[in-house]
């Protein structure tokens, strides 16, 4: 694949202008957008640059992070606080994620969105209220992992970095969770099955392969 340099906000106009002209995959009026990335790509910033260029272009946004849907302490750490496996496949709550987020966006769905479950900080329900993405409306999620799960994405995002890049960025306390992102990259391929792949090693200077 033949990357292209690109700034973030020209990334998120392409991206908005894509999803302007897409429609649900499922017949859903409501289109679901997937920023993948491990957290140190800062998937979140980008899911923000989207959401700003589709209100400009006059659509409803709802921007959903995976790290409002943890689970509670007791599960995530039921093999040690710093466990690779659990953390890539026990950490997110992706049953609420279906109910919660997808499960409403779904052909006939209501709409209301739970944004977000638990609090990992107090370890308790968040206690949020639901929001009404209307017709027509676009959800972001945003976070690690999220390509390995099935989730009805009608358009995906993977913000890859390389392992020297993903090592460097992270913190040290976090470098641990390093065995999980390589097995990600062994089992899912993140990058052959996003329809958007970019190349964030340096945060400044991103580049694209293009619109799939």
Known sequence: MRFEAITWERLAGAIADKAMESKAEDGSSRLRIGIDGAPAAQTGELAGLIGEALRVRGRGVLVVGTAGFLRPASL??????????????????????????????????????????????????????????????????????????????????????????LRRRMQESERWTLPAFERYEDEVGPGDVADVLVRADDPRHPAWGGLR
Request: aromatic fraction near 14%; avoid cysteine.
């Open 76 to 165: 995530r750490f039921e093999y040690g606080r710093e466990d690779p496996e659990t953390y890539y496949s026990g950490w997110y709550d992706t049953g609420a994620l279906w109910r919660e987020v997808f499960g409403p966006l779904e052909v006939g769905g209501s709409g209301r969105v739970l944004p977000d479950l638990w609090d990992p900080v107090s370890d308790r329900a968040t206690r949020s209220a639901h929001i009404e993405l209307p017709p027509g409306g676009v959800l972001l999620l945003h976070g690690p992992f999220l390509l390995g799960h099935w989730f009805p994405f009608d358009l995906s995002v993977h913000l890859r970095l390389s392992p020297a890049a």
